[in-house]
Nanobody, 125 residues
Framework: QLQLVESGGGLVQPGGSLRLSCAAS????????AGWFRQAPGKEREGIAS????????YTPDSMKGRFTISRDNAKNLVYLQINSLKPEDTDIYYC??????????????????WGQGTQVTVSS
């Protein structure tokens, strides 16, 4: 069974940092591009960053540059999202996804075939 499982979310104070992890089971994550998204209830899903299958290429929308960094460790079948200088408006459910396509210019949720269940990130003092 193909599965992605996110971890590393939780409650953090403003200004803090988190590293989210995405673990794959049932398939080799290194064969896929990967991306991170976030979504709050009632809001559209928002693309944060994407990474090619080898990890050599990444894309981050201008709105996300500076505080979000995507990386991967294919030997461990993991993809990461480092989030720094967290703000209350970063409170969301964060999802990882895997798919066959990667773009240096944009990130869209519809190109991803496999999704995790999400991990909650809450930023509050």
């Amino acid at each position: 069974q193909l599965q992605l499982v996110e971890s590393g979310g939780g409650l953090v104070q403003p200004g803090g940092s988190l590293r989210l992890s995405c673990a794959a089971s049932g398939f080799t994550l290194g064969h896929y591009a990967a991306g991170w998204f976030r979504q709050a209830p009632g809001k559209e899903r928002e693309g944060i960053a994407s990474i090619g299958s080898t990890g050599e290429r990444t894309y981050t929308p201008d709105s996300m540059k500076g505080r979000f960094t995507i990386s991967r460790d294919n030997a461990k079948n993991l993809v990461y999202l480092q989030i720094n200088s967290l703000k209350p408006e970063d409170t969301d459910i964060y999802y990882c996804a895997a798919g066959s396509y990667y773009s240096d210019y944009e990130i869209h949720d519809y190109i991803y075939e496999h999704w995790g269940q999400g991990t909650q990130v809450t930023v509050s003092s």
